[in-house]
């Protein structure tokens, strides 16, 4: 059983959390409710496919039509799923590189309490979305873990996680990386039964407009507002540590550097910036 639902029917959390606003004890009654209940996120796609294939047996369908239907269309969608893998590896890459992680390091020294760090990673997961949701999620999960290595804060870890996911929750819809906006701009994306009503509809009457900026920094100052005032105070923070998380890992890959002429070009940057250049053209 979790330490949080342990703590929600003792009227707290494991630390007593009842001097904590309304807003805290209904996160932490929900946060119990949730680790009590919800299965992994595969579970809820395995039950759906479950469902969709009985239904489609009920209405007739024999059930060697229905696997092979099943079959056929999980490899139809090999295409969107290596641009949803390339999303995330891209955001990857730029998150975990020098640049980025001494800005990470730079923003986890700014926050002087717990809700304050957790309001920290709302911030910078949503900003960070409006250039693109695969790097929200990676710089907000990082900027986590760095910020988790301050034990003085006494952060929430689950209030921490849940604020890292904001920018696909808030506002990457607003940003450069929308499928709408995307796809109303680019022609070869719009459907032709579609196109011929919509045309083409380029960023600065979508996402670039007044309207959007407006309702960007509402959903900004609102999200991260609830982040801070949902976040447990310190007397009833569950840490990393407290958690079990080990965050005091070093993950950095130490690459050797080239001892024999083969290896000269497995660590020059000489192909990849021929391979950027052939496809920036």
Partial sequence: MSQTSAAVRNGGSANTPQREGG?????????????????????????????????AIANGASPLTVSEAFGNGFWSLITF????????????????SAPAQRLIRSLAGLPKTGSGAVGLVAAAAMIASLLNWGFSLIVGGLLVRVLAERRELRMDYRAAGAAAYLGLGATWAMGLSSSAAQLQANPA?????????????????????????????????????????????????????????????????????????????????????????????
């Fill in 23 to 55: 807003l805290v004890r209904l996160a932490i009654a929900f946060t119990a409710w949730a680790e009590r209940w919800f299965p992994d996120a595969f579970i809820f796609v395995a039950i759906a496919v479950v469902i969709v294939a009985l239904g």
């Fill in 189 to 281: 994306s719009v459907p032709k039964s579609l196109l011929a009503i919509t045309g083409v509809i380029p960023f600065t009457e979508t996402i670039f407009m007044w309207q959007s900026f407006l309702i960007t920094a509402a959903l900004l100052v609102i999200s991260v507002s609830i982040a801070v005032w949902s976040a447990p105070g310190p007397n009833a923070a569950m840490t990393a540590e407290a958690m079990g998380v080990d965050i005091s890992r070093d993950d950095a890959i130490q690459v050797a550097p080239p001892q024999k002429p083969g290896d000269w070009l497995e660590h020059s940057p000489l192909l990849t910036v021929l391979l950027t250049l052939l496809a920036a053209g």
């Fill in 81 to 96: 799923t290596m641009q949803m893998a390339f999303i995330v590896i891209g955001g990857y890459v730029v998150a975990t």
